[in-house]
């Protein structure tokens, strides 16, 4: 049976009592807050197409906006069906600042959404998908939220499993800063020194782990 994330974390950063409470209801709560943390974080950073499989995937809605109150998640894709013909398939929908939303819907606009280059933009967290939307102009988005994720859990549900090492190393790294903290720097110099150097490596590796999954942009 696989160790538990609280297992992994403490096999690398030791038990986790010495994140500075004597609860170990408290240190709990701490684990899930950077696991949690964590997989926001690499959720927000990790390629699309990584993603794409983990994702759900909206119903099919015929006028805008597409969606409303999004704020809380990431969206992967948004793919409008354009008009019966060589471009009745769903197209991929480019994203646009929505300070170009009116230019969307300007056919003299170089911005000027198309069957064939469909656009979509956030406006107020909203979702809105030009040309507009209809019966047969359907759209559809793909996104995920972040997970719920408890200290004892072996794994999480609709996540990367290539990517939850670096989750653990992650939220190491987040508890390993967070006992920093429990230190008086000029009481403590040498022990601070050393959280800190271990805290830096543990950071390093998670960036390390993350990196061949992040679009070169990141």
Known sequence: MAASFQVRIED???????????SGTDNEQAIQDALQDTASDI???????ILIQYATKSSNVTSNPLASNVEN?????????????????YVSCVFSDVTLQGKLQNPNSIYFATDESPRWTF???DIYVYPELAAG????YYSMNNP????????VTAFPNELEHA?????????KQRTITFYNEDEDAEIV??????????EQKYKDALAPYIATSE
């Open 193 to 202: 020194a050393l959280h800190r150097a271990q805290w830096a490596e543990l």
């Open 73 to 89: 998640s990431r969206i992967l894709l948004v793919e409008r069906r354009g008009d019966d013909g060589a471009f009745s398939l």
């Open 43 to 49: 959720l927000n950073k990790v390629r699309p197409d």
């Open 148 to 155: 719920t994720i408890e200290h004892g859990a072996t794994s």
């Open 12 to 22: 690398i950063i030791g038990a986790t009592l010495s994140l500075g409470s004597d």
């Open 123 to 125: 406006n107020d967290n």
């Open 137 to 140: 102009n359907p759209a559809r």
């Open 167 to 175: 989750l653990v190393l992650g939220a190491s790294a987040r508890l």
